[in-house]
């Protein structure tokens, strides 16, 4: 049983930045990829980056170049450096984690999640 809780999100200016934090307890040493969703309203969850526990990374084309996955394993503490915002960047934003060792782009692949940070970008 894992238990992950989100923070950092906010309100922000297109163009600024938030960083992004994932503290992760529990059985956490089957954790191997850590996964950043997001769901902006009336949408369906949507993946944006994942890492593994070797630290492999892989993004999705609309935050590549713009948003940075790290995690701190002694931490248990996932990261995500978002820059550039922009206003469809808005939605909440999710930490999920799942036991497999490969790295998925689908939420169903998914084991654990948090409860949501929310990242609203608006002038």
């Known amino acids: 049983q894992v238990q992950l809780v989100e923070s950092g999100g906010g309100l922000v200016h297109p163009g600024g930045s938030l960083r992004l934090s994932c503290a992760a307890s529990?059985?956490?040493?089957?954790?191997?990829?850590m996964g950043w969703f997001r769901q902006a309203l009336g949408k369906v969850r949507e993946f944006v980056a994942a890492?593994?526990?070797?630290?492999?990374?892989y993004y999705a084309d609309s935050v590549k170049g713009r948003f940075t996955i790290s995690r701190d394993n002694v931490k248990n503490t996932v990261y995500l450096q978002m820059n550039s915002l922009k206003p469809e960047d808005t939605a909440v934003y999710y930490c999920?984690?799942?036991?497999?060792?490969?790295?998925?782009?689908?939420?169903?692949?998914?084991?654990?999640w948090g409860q949501g940070t929310q990242v609203t970008v608006s002038s």
């Open positions: 890492i593994n526990w070797s630290g492999a990374t």
């Open positions: 529990g059985r956490t040493f089957n954790s191997y990829v």
């Open positions: 999920g984690s799942r036991d497999g060792g490969a790295i998925r782009t689908v939420s169903n692949l998914y084991d654990y």
